[in-house]
Every structure is written in C-alpha cells, then in structure tokens.
C-alpha cells in the first residue's frame, strides 16, 4: 500500500492530452513540492518533474506538473507511442522523515 | 557525464547477506545525499535508505530497518548497501539514485537481488 496514491492505469490516443493524479495528504504533498518519474520498459526510472512544475533539461513540454493542496498531476499532451511507460509520483514526508511514492500509472498508448 | 553504476546482486537464501556498491562519476560525489531505492518485482517504489554527505544523517525504511546498513567512501566515490536476514519479500532490483528525494537524479541501472531457497 504506497503513501501515496495514483490511478494504476491511463490510456490515450496519438495526440491526445492526458492527465494522471497523485492524492497524498498534508504530511506529504500538502507541505512539499512533489517530483514524477518516467520508466520506460525495462529501463530505470527518470526524473520527469521536480519541484512540482519544473522540467529537466531534455524533457520535452509536452510533459507538465501541477499541485493543488493535498493532490498533484502530471499531463501529457500530444501524445506519442514513445510515452508508454510506468510513471510515479513521489514526495518528501515530514511525518516519516523520508520520500514516498505513487504506486504508478501505467500509460497505454493506443 | 553523471553516472552511477551498482554491482553486487544476485541469488541468496532466506537468512543470507549480500552487500551492494554503487561507483559514482561525473560529479562530486562528496556534495550529495545518496539513496537506495528498491523496486519488487512488478511492484512500485520503495526509497529503502539514504545517507547525507558525511555519513552523519541516515535513513531506514519501517521495513529494513535493523538489518540493512547503508555507508559511503566518499574517497572512492562509493555507496554501499549491507543487507542482512533477508527475506523473500526483499527480491527486488535495487537502483542507486543521487539526492535524498528533492529529487532523486539521476539513478543507476540497477542490480537484481533474488532472495530465494
């Protein structure tokens, strides 16, 4: 059961937006700026979004963050085959004194 | 360019040890928190400990928590994971990432750990 939670799966068409959420609460997402990651199959995970809205040298603007109290999300926009992959949120946890995770979403392009 | 290369995996049996490096090039290594962060098989994200810049402050997950022992040789460049009383529950691939979570960037490829009879 992860800390924080996240949709198991989204799907999309090429082309199309989609968003995924990630809920938390106040010891969590509600007091910190939250990070995404990117893993492609097989592949280790990639910082895809930090500090809630901030894109990585290299990641394109189709990808973007957003927070809003106690939840945040990730949207993709024109989407293209390559953005099949698992993506997690994560966030510092003042209660544990260390990060959490999403369980992850499973993006399927169709 | 930044690059963070685990080793040290592999099969062991309930009650074993293994311990786990990860060798960092392309920055100063001595500058940032290092992390281990685990990942079971078909499962989520468990950041299982992460260590500051001189040793001094260290985390443990609930669930390592007296049996894993991280540690850094900040002269070598290196981070370490000991892992003790392993069990089942603890197979996963094990990925080295520079930071403490603010964020993690970048990781290492990851070494598979399979604790197994």
């Known amino acids: 059961q992860s800390v924080l939670t996240q949709p198991p799966s989204a799907s999309g068409t090429p082309g199309q937006r989609v968003t995924i959420s990630c809920s938390g609460s106040?010891?969590?997402?509600?007091?910190?700026?939250v990070n995404w990651y990117q893993q492609l199959p097989g592949a280790a995970p990639k910082l895809l979004i930090y500090?809630?809205?901030q894109r990585p040298s290299g990641v394109p603007d189709r990808f973007s963050g957003s927070k809003s109290d106690t939840s945040a999300s990730l949207a993709i926009s024109g989407l293209q085959s390559e953005d099949e992959a698992d993506y997690y949120c994560?966030?510092?946890?003042?209660?544990?004194?260390?990060?959490?995770f999403g369980g992850g979403t499973k993006l399927t392009v169709l | 360019q930044v690059q963070l290369v685990e080793s040290g995996g592999g099969l062991v049996k309930p009650g074993g040890s293994l311990r786990l490096s990860c060798a960092a090039s392309?920055?100063?290594?001595?500058?940032?928190?290092m992390s281990w962060i685990r990942q079971g098989p078909g499962k989520g994200l468990e950041c299982v400990s992460y260590?500051?810049?001189?040793?001094?402050?260290?985390y443990y997950a609930d669930s390592v928590k007296g049996r894993f022992t991280i540690s850094r040789d900040n002269a070598k460049n290196s981070l370490y994971l000991q892992m003790n009383s392993l069990r089942a529950e603890d197979t996963a691939v094990y990925y080295c990432?520079?930071?403490?979570?603010?964020?993690?960037?970048?990781w290492g490829q990851g070494t598979l750990v399979n604790v197994s009879s």
């Open positions: 990432a520079r930071g403490e979570g603010s964020p993690f960037d970048p």
């Open positions: 392309g920055f100063t290594f001595s500058d940032y928190y």
């Open positions: 260590i500051s810049t001189s040793g001094h402050t260290i």
């Open positions: 106040s010891s969590n997402i509600g007091d910190n700026t």
């Open positions: 500090l809630s809205n």
């Open positions: 994560a966030a510092w946890d003042d209660s544990l004194n260390g990060p959490v």
